[in-house]
């Protein structure tokens, strides 16, 4: 409560409608900015415009005039949660908030997060309270192909309903592939494909096959002159994928098996694409063969229930296990489809913190390491001149399940502040 | 054992002098080694204020003293365990957890809660499908709980007979607490209204409400027939005819006596209200289970003295019955006097982290007095043990858990779990650390008996 006394002031200016873009100047006790230098001295953050002004460490810091002053024992850059179903997979979980999974084709590589996002779902609104200012929202695990990410903003500045043109830094972030128990489980039961993991495999290798041919036929179309009568027909979703076959869009392929992971490994290797791992539950069982790779691994929530025999091998030690083994990581919280309805990314990298992966290095992992692996740390991730001013403030160790989150910046604007 | 393989009349005798000599040594090195003393923790005996540098003695799986060190006499000869700069508390007791029922790793045939031939079940006992090999177990041990109310699913509206249980053992015979008979199960709301999508009854609430009374009238029925019955025989009548045996009924009959406590799923305020209905008609004692918006009829609740076994989970929704969770509710629930435990209803959450459910009230405002007893006493009572289980007090069970630092701490882990005396789970042993973190081969359902086949 002593950290709240600068919140006086906030609070009669924020309730304003008419806000006009108001400048912080965030005073932390334990200032972690996860940008060069160490971390967790005192120090100042100064917002301008909604971006980064200066950061100032040191203990003693005199906040400028012309600022509202923020005050919190502890302040991180926003966290990124980087591979979920919020916007998309609604809290109520009826079928009418529920866009996540279009299970009506093995592959869909033709569909996006971006239409089916809600950028007024309550998930996000909850996830920005705890922290989580930037998301990936991937499409479901149930097809093989299961389209494209996008990455959003939890809430906009100035916009208490934004469009999700507002809320995204990335339209089409990367193409999501499923591997394992889910896509098997939802085709073979209606007696269709895949009904095996060697099935998955093909129809994934046959798409990537497939966009290649397409791409090497218009090309050649184009050669001899383009002529309209013969122009190939048109295929949205080996279009689709012709940027992911070209190495410009990130292939993610969601895997919980060490067998499904090398699965992965094996077919990212054979298109030469660009790839990384998601969910990667039994990930520490191979280690070797993710490093000899050199991708990086979106973590599945370390919560995750054992709700079937691939899940069965998880640990808490998972991204400990990883970090150690040279791996680069970051932590996602996938898809839930029951209670709770979405993991929280600030209570999976709290469990990995206490699990051997310690309190700063946690810190990263879900700010730094993660803008680092999704390529947006141009904009996000740490708190630099220039970056987004996305800030998250607490009233004690970010991870310890007795502090709060005081307040959460996007954009240099209060999105979230504690009322009590 | 030996004993009984012996038959001549010399050598019994001579066996018996050398086993009475066994006996009388093994009695005398055990009375030495009987007394356990865990000494130079911050002891929270739940029942009074924590005590800095404390000491715990145990003997004969019961507490024999807990106090002060220095004002705590350690017998000579007791097994001395250093615990300084660590935390002792009782063991936890989870009043809802279906480990040993929904077994892990799941699998399409490991769930055995929810029988979903029909809504009305109590003839049903959960001691009759719980795994005592389920790692589950093993895990909720790593987790510190020692008492654990294993419960039916809540697919009925009354699910079956639960099973108040030690976490202990090979068989259910070696787990379930001596003199129990466990609670009923009964819930409400939205999940027993999954039989509507089959034409079948429940579709509605209403429904639901009126197969609850519908047993119960039926049960008193039977009841004043027994009792009727009864009378006749002891007042000598020879031609009494005794009324056919129901063995749906008679645990029925448990409940409108008092025996039977029933634990109540529960979430919506108005589901909470018709439970209270219901118990208000039929007399029966309450456990509010899960209670997502208790807090708003906490009157309600309080005036009645109905206590509540909470569930927290991560994040609301994923049913619309949990949409209005909020951190908040049990510190609401505790400022209007209701009771309130914690529960995993693992494998909702993992039982693994019993301790962050009451952490995390902590930081939706209640206090962290009432959070510990929100894990010991409160649910201990709400399972009719609390004069056995639930405080660290003379006379009570050795149950007690060691943990590494302060209990409301993410970076604190449980170091030590002891039921009666015995220890179950040693964070130092690999073996047993892989129950607490998780990893590869922990769904095995017998890791530590190998065969030696092949």
Same mark, same amino acid.
């Given at each position: 409560m002593r950290a709240l006394r600068g919140f006086t002031l906030l609070i009669c200016v924020a309730a304003s409608p008419a806000l006009v873009a108001q400048n912080f100047a965030v005073l932390a006790e334990h200032l972690y900015t996860m940008a060069d230098g160490t971390q967790g001295g005192p120090g100042l953050v100064l917002i301008r415009d909604g971006k980064i002004e200066a950061v100032r460490t040191g203990p003693h810091q005199q906040p400028?005039?012309?600022?509202?002053?923020?005050?919190?024992?502890?302040?991180?850059?926003?966290?990124?949660?980087?591979?979920?179903?919020?916007?998309?997979?609604?809290?109520?979980?009826?079928?009418?908030?529920?866009?996540?999974?279009?299970?009506?084709?093995p592959n869909t590589a033709d569909v996006r997060s971006l239409d089916s996002f809600n950028p007024n779902e309550r998930l996000l609104q909850v996830l920005n309270q705890y922290g989580v200012t930037t998301v990936q929202t991937a499409p479901g695990p149930r097809n093989p192909v299961a389209g494209r990410a996008g990455i959003f903003k939890t809430a906009a500045p100035g916009s208490a309903s934004p469009t999700v043109e507002q809320l995204a830094v990335r339209q089409e972030s990367a193409m999501v592939f499923n591997l394992g128990d889910n896509p098997k489980d939802t085709y073979g039961k209606k007696d269709k494909a895949p009904a095996t993991r060697m099935k998955t495999a093909e129809i994934i290798r046959h798409a990537l096959s497939d966009a290649k041919a397409y791409e090497e036929k218009w090309d050649k179309w184009k050669k001899e002159g383009s002529d309209i009568s013969k122009q190939p027909s048109r295929d949205m979703k080996l279009e689709a994928l012709l940027p992911v076959v070209d190495g410009k869009l990130p292939a993610i392929f969601n895997a919980y098996r060490a067998d499904d992971i090398d699965t992965a490994i094996r077919i990212g290797n054979e298109f030469h694409l660009h790839y990384m791992l998601a969910s990667v539950t039994e990930g520490y069982l191979i280690t070797d063969a993710i490093r000899r790779a050199g991708v990086p691994c979106l973590l599945g929530p370390v919560m995750q229930r054992f709700q079937s025999l691939e899940t069965a091998n998880a640990t808490f030690e998972n991204p400990a296990i990883l970090k150690r083994a040279g791996i680069p990581i970051a932590l996602m919280t996938g898809l839930e489809d029951y209670v709770p309805k979405n993991r929280i990314l600030l209570f999976e990298a709290g469990i990995a913190a206490a699990n051997g992966l310690g309190m700063e290095q946690a810190v990263r992992t879900v700010t730094a390491d993660a803008a680092k692996v999704l390529s947006i740390d141009d904009r996000v991730g740490s708190l630099a001149p220039g970056k987004d001013a996305d800030v998250a403030l607490f009233d004690g160790d970010p991870f310890e399940y007795t502090s709060h989150v005081l307040a959460v910046l996007v954009g240099g604007q209060v999105s979230y502040q504690r009322s009590k | 054992m030996r004993v009984r393989t012996v038959r001549s009349g010399r050598t019994t005798l001579c066996l018996w002098a050398l086993l009475c000599a066994a006996i009388a040594f093994s009695a005398q090195t055990s009375a030495a080694q009987a007394t356990l003393a865990i000494r130079g923790a911050k002891v929270y005996p739940i029942s009074g204020p924590p005590i800095e540098h404390g000491v715990l003695l145990v003997a004969n799986g019961k507490i024999v003293a807990v106090g002060e060190e220095g004002k705590i006499k350690?017998?000579?000869?007791?097994?001395?365990?250093?615990?300084?700069?660590?935390?002792?508390?009782?063991?936890?007791?989870?009043?809802?957890?279906?480990?040993?029922?929904?077994?892990?790793?799941?699998? !399409?045939?490991?769930?055995?809660?929810? !029988?979903?031939?029909?809504?009305?079940?109590?003839?049903?006992?959960?001691?009759?499908?719980i795994d005592p090999a389920d790692p589950n177990i093993r895990m909720a041990t790593a987790g510190g709980v020692t008492t654990a109310n294993?419960?039916?699913?809540?697919?009925?509206?009354?699910?079956?007979?639960?099973?108040?249980?030690?976490?202990?053992?090979?068989?259910?015979?070696?787990? $379930?607490?001596?003199?129990?008979?466990?609670?009923?199960?009964?819930?409400?709301?939205?999940?027993?209204?999954?039989?509507?999508?089959?034409?079948?009854?429940?579709?509605?609430?209403?429904?639901?409400?009126?197969?609850?009374?519908?047993?119960? !009238?039926?049960?008193?029925?039977?009841?004043?027939?027994?009792?009727?019955?009864?009378?006749?025989?002891?007042?000598?009548?020879?031609?009494?005819?005794?009324p056919d045996r129901d063995l749906d009924l008679d645990p029925v009959v448990e409940v409108l006596e008092g025996k039977r406590v029933v634990h109540n799923h529960t979430h919506r305020a108005d589901d909470i209200m018709t439970a209270l209905r219901l118990s208000d008609e039929f007399h029966y004692r309450l456990v509010v289970q899960h209670g997502t918006e208790s807090c708003e009829v906490a009157s309600e609740l309080a005036k009645r003295h109905v206590p509540v076994s909470f569930t927290i989970v991560?994040?609301?929704?994923?049913?619309? !019955?949990?949409?209005?969770?909020? $951190?908040?509710?049990? @510190? @609401?629930?505790?400022?209007?006097?209701?009771?309130?435990?914690?529960?995993?209803?693992d494998p909702i959450t993992s039982s693994r982290l019993i301790i962050r459910q009451a952490a995390l009230a902590v930081r939706g405002g209640m206090s962290e007095e009432s959070a510990l007893k929100g894990l010991t006493i409160y649910p201990a009572e709400m399972l009719d043990l609390g004069d056995r289980i639930g405080t660290l007090?003379?006379?009570?069970? @050795?149950?007690?858990?060691?943990?590494?630092?302060?209990?409301?701490?993410?970076?604190?882990?449980?170091?030590?779990?002891?039921?009666?005396?015995?220890?179950?789970?040693?964070?130092?042993?690999?073996?047993?650390?892989?129950?607490?973190?998780?990893?590869?081969?922990?769904?095995?359902?017998?890791?530590?008996?190998?065969?030696?086949?092949?």
């Open positions: 400028p005039d012309g600022y509202t002053v923020l005050k919190a024992t502890f302040v991180t850059p926003g966290l990124i949660d980087t591979d979920t179903t919020a916007g998309i997979s609604g809290a109520y979980n009826v079928r009418a908030d529920q866009d996540q999974d279009e299970a009506t084709d | 350690i017998p000579r000869g007791a097994t001395i365990e250093d615990a300084v700069a660590k935390v002792v508390m009782p063991g936890i007791v989870d009043s809802h957890s279906h480990i040993g029922i929904i077994a892990n790793p799941m699998a !399409e045939d490991s769930g055995d809660a929810n !029988e979903g031939s029909g809504p009305i079940q109590p003839g049903l006992r959960a001691l009759d499908a294993i419960m039916p699913g809540s697919g009925n509206v009354m699910g079956g007979q639960t099973a108040y249980v030690k976490l202990r053992g090979n068989t259910i015979e070696q787990m $379930l607490i001596p003199g129990t008979i466990g609670g009923m199960k009964m819930a409400n709301g939205e999940n027993p209204k999954h039989y509507g999508a089959k034409d079948k009854a429940p579709m509605t609430r209403m429904e639901e409400a009126a197969l609850a009374r519908g047993i119960y !009238e039926k049960a008193a029925q039977y009841k004043a027939k027994w009792d009727a019955y009864n009378k006749a025989v002891t007042a000598g009548d020879k031609t009494a005819k005794q991560d994040s609301p929704g994923g049913k619309l !019955e949990t949409i209005n969770l909020d $951190l908040g509710c049990p @510190a @609401a629930l505790e400022k209007a006097g209701v009771k309130v435990a914690f529960n995993t209803d007090d003379p006379g009570k069970d @050795a149950d007690f858990i060691v943990l590494s630092g302060p209990p409301f701490s993410v970076y604190t882990h449980v170091l030590e779990t002891w039921i009666e005396g015995q220890k179950v789970f040693d964070r130092s042993n690999p073996q047993d650390l892989r129950y607490a973190t998780g990893g590869f081969g922990v769904g095995d359902r017998f890791p530590a008996s190998p065969r030696g086949g092949n």
